[in-house]
């Protein structure tokens, strides 16, 4: 099978039916990329203890046999300056490392300040390269473009530490609801350093007042597309090759099906 530079797939979801509906969705359905997102929260969502040895085993060699890029999403509210991320954040690379995914995600939280959450990700920007998994970092409402800037620029002055696997994860319903660039995500890409590696993508859309996360081509594109063909020129001008991410488990599902189609359509494969 001829690898395509842009990967597009799904992600799990609190919604679904059981843990692994959506993967089984994105295997029938075709999918080259999945996102395992633990989003437990009371009696709903799953965390990753639901899925023992031989189910890690299972997704690994599924995935494999059928070409899936395995990326995973550790849980929101992890903050790695928090004394208590260490153990979770570990636990989850080593989930990540036991279904072959090769990338995990967090998001920035910038509150205490950009250089006090960069210092307190460091360990994890080593264990991460020391077991082979890539690590992205990604925007959320509260953090705009400027907090990415210097993030990285800290990051590029960092001695004797390996950074190469470290990118952003450029969340484009996100980055339409930040206060700067509320309902113009085209602004906050254009607002970030050319340099900064992007590396994964969570693609869902909003119209500006809540984090609803539409399937991509149901709300505002659907009416009008020319944003995210601005946003697909964007990151080719940034030769980004990694994986994007549909962030919704939709009625029906076949909505991800069609956009996973019009993306392809205008991005072209290769």
Do not use: C
């Given at each position: 099978m001829t690898q395509k530079r842009i990967r597009i797939g799904n992600q799990t979801s609190f919604a679904a039916l059981s843990v692994t509906h959506p993967?089984?969705?994105?295997?029938?359905?075709?999918?080259?990329?999945?996102?395992?997102?633990?989003?437990?929260?009371?009696?709903?969502?799953?965390?990753?203890?639901?899925?023992?040895?031989?189910?890690?085993?299972?997704?690994?060699?599924?995935?494999?046999?059928?070409?899936?890029?395995?990326?995973?999403?550790?849980?929101?509210?992890v903050n790695p300056v928090r004394t208590e991320a260490r153990e979770i954040l570990i636990n989850h690379f080593m989930f990540?490392?036991?279904?072959?995914?090769?990338?995990?995600?967090?998001?920035?939280?910038?509150?205490?300040?950009?250089?006090?959450?960069?210092k307190a990700l460091i360990p994890f920007i080593k264990y991460s390269a020391k077991v082979s998994i890539k690590l992205s970092v990604e925007n959320t409402p509260?953090?705009?473009?400027e907090g990415f800037n210097e993030m990285f620029a800290f990051l590029s002055h960092l001695k004797d530490i390996d950074v190469k696997h470290v990118g952003m994860c450029l969340d484009i319903g996100h980055a339409n609801l930040t206060d700067s660039t509320r309902n113009d995500y085209l602004k906050f890409v254009d607002r970030l350093n050319p340099a900064i590696p992007i590396i994964h993508i969570h693609l869902h859309e909003n119209y500006g007042d809540r984090?609803?996360?539409?399937?991509?081509?149901?709300?505002?594109?659907?009416?009008?597309?020319?944003?995210?063909?601005?946003?697909?020129?964007?990151?080719?001008?940034?030769?980004?090759?990694?994986?994007?991410?549909?962030?919704?488990?939709?009625?029906?599902?076949?909505?991800?099906?069609?956009?996973?189609d019009r993306l392809y359509e205008i991005i072209g494969r290769e």
């Open positions: 993967f089984e969705y994105a295997v029938s359905s075709g999918f080259d990329a999945f996102e395992w997102f633990p989003d437990r929260n009371g009696s709903t969502g799953w965390n990753i203890s639901f899925i023992d040895d031989l189910g890690r085993r299972s997704i690994k060699d599924t995935a494999m046999e059928k070409g899936i890029v395995l990326s995973v999403h550790a849980p929101r509210w990540a490392r036991d279904i072959g995914a090769t990338l995990l995600n967090i998001h920035l939280f910038s509150e205490e300040g950009i250089e006090p959450y960069v509260l953090t705009g473009p984090d609803s996360h539409l399937t991509i081509f149901t709300g505002p594109s659907g009416e009008d597309d020319t944003g995210i063909r601005e946003l697909m020129m964007r990151l080719k001008e940034r030769n980004f090759s990694g994986s994007i991410i549909l962030e919704q488990w939709p009625e029906p599902h076949m909505l991800l099906n069609q956009a996973r």
